[in-house]
């Protein structure tokens, strides 16, 4: 490829691999808007019915926004040298307008659509015309190009349902974050142009491993942080105290679970991968789902720990056990694309608690917990077991296997 006069923006071989100091302070306005996920998540225990589809519906896609605004950054930072203060600049503005919508985000759907979705824009359509603007006669300036382009063709149904009727803002930004999703999906394709697909991009891989695995030890922060702030705001009791250790311990096993093999390796997998473009890409959707899991399950922390031995309802399955379930969905997804395989406790695990589900249904949500906690503690005392003595397998990634007529490509 050529150099071009913005060679000195990518990341040189010989550029640290592990995210940097700014990556880290970048991180923390992504604090405060999984917070307030959690928050928007957590209004919704008591809805049944519609109400709580359409609820979960709309905070799923203010989550999704956030998400494509951070795996972006992170894309970002692992493909150009994030030591430059062109990069520095972008990655601390990006930061600003992630603290935007998190401050609009707990009624980003109501009266505060408007930031929301301006704070959006400005880092899905500026941004990426700075980065061409930096890059000048660098044949990577077309990627950011693109995807300024399909940004500014989805703004119209962004600003469309912001300050259109209340309404229809849910079907547009839908369709909006559908065109966004898919555009980068596909490449960003343009006419003449074509398109420019992540999989085939040369990318850090060390660096992106790095990044999903901190992301999802924030998520995990923000669980700790849920547990400790609902048990230090109730009057205490020995019910709510079992709740708050359960609840703790649970979280400790999602840590477990994750880096037990697969999570660990992560790093080794996109370092060995012929294409850690395509690794990478396959892990930003399980990390998706790894994150999300954790936010849902911790909401079911903070139910549990108000109310233990409350009556059930259908909205407190749904984070209790639906979140646990979820997180073994996306965990069994990570080991296949480490090894190519899916663990035998994983699958048992997930079919057990699909089984207890229903009669979960009649139970105190302190009984779910319980229930969950003990599933994913066999989860995890099965795998310790059957590893005891084992060194580390190596990485056998069905999906970062180059082929023939992919090498040497790169968008």
Same mark, same amino acid.
């Given at each position: %490829? ?5 060679? +000195?923006?990518? *990341? ?9 100091? @700014? ?12 917070? *307030? ?23 799923? &896609? ?32 990006? %930061? ?12 980003? %759907? ?32 077309? #990627?950011? $190009? ?20 209340? *309404? ?8 909006? &974050?559908?065109?966004?999703? #898919? ?26 491993? +790095?990044?999903?695995?901190? %992301? ?23 019910? *709510? ?76 399955? @749904? $984070? ?25 406790? &994983? ?7 699909? @089984? ?10 302190? #009984? ?9 503690? @066999? ?33």
């Amino acid at each position: %490829m050529a150099a071009g006069h913005g060679a +000195d923006l990518l *990341r040189p071989p010989t550029s640290s691999g592990r995210a940097t100091f @700014l990556e880290l302070f970048f991180d923390l306005a992504f604090v405060v808007a999984l917070t *307030r996920v959690s928050q928007r998540f957590a209004g919704l225990v008591d809805d049944t019915g519609w109400a709580l589809v359409t609820g979960f519906g709309r905070t799923l &896609l203010l989550f999704l926004a956030l998400w494509l605004i951070w795996s972006h950054t992170a894309w970002i930072t692992s493909r150009y040298e994030p030591e430059r203060s062109i990069i520095q600049a972008v990655v601390v503005g990006t %930061m600003f307008a992630g603290l935007v919508m998190a401050v609009a985000l707990p009624r980003a %759907m109501e009266e505060r659509a408007l930031p929301f979705a301006i704070a959006y824009l400005t880092v899905m359509v500026v941004r990426p015309m700075v980065v061409a603007a930096a890059l000048r006669g660098h044949p990577r300036r077309l #990627v950011p $190009f693109r995807l300024s382009v399909w940004a500014v063709a989805s703004a119209p149904l962004w600003l469309g349902g912001a300050l259109g009727p209340d *309404r229809l803002r849910l079907p547009l930004w839908a369709t909006a &974050l559908a065109v966004d999703y #898919v555009a980068w999906t596909l490449g960003w394709p343009l006419p003449w142009l074509g398109a420019s697909k992540i999989s085939r991009w040369r990318i850090a891989g060390t660096h992106l491993a +790095d990044r999903y695995q901190q %992301m999802f030890l924030i998520a995990l922060g923000e669980s700790i942080l849920v547990i400790g702030v609902v048990f230090s705001g109730t009057d205490y009791s020995a019910e *709510r105290a079992a709740a708050f250790g359960i609840a703790f311990v649970t979280s400790a096993l999602l840590w477990r679970i994750y880096f037990h093999r697969a999570g660990l390796l992560l790093t080794d997998a996109l370092e060995r991968a012929g294409m850690p473009g395509r690794l990478g890409a396959a892990s930003e959707r399980t990390h998706l789902l790894i994150v999300l899991s954790v936010l849902v399950t911790s909401v079911g922390y903070e139910l549990v720990i108000d109310h233990p031995y409350g009556l059930s309802r259908p909205g407190w399955l @749904l $984070f209790v056990v639906g979140g646990p379930m979820l997180f073994l969905v996306a965990r069994m997804r990570l080991e296949y694309e480490i090894f190519g395989r899916v663990s035998r406790s &994983l699958l048992i695990g997930l079919v057990a608690l699909l @089984l207890v589900t229903p009669a979960l249904a009649r139970w105190a949500p302190m #009984v779910g917990l319980s229930v969950v906690a003990g599933v994913l503690a @066999l989860i995890a005392l099965r795998d310790a077991q059957g590893n005891r003595g084992r060194p580390l397998e190596a990485p056998a990634s069905p999906i970062g296997r180059e082929t023939s007529h992919e090498r040497d490509s790169e968008a």
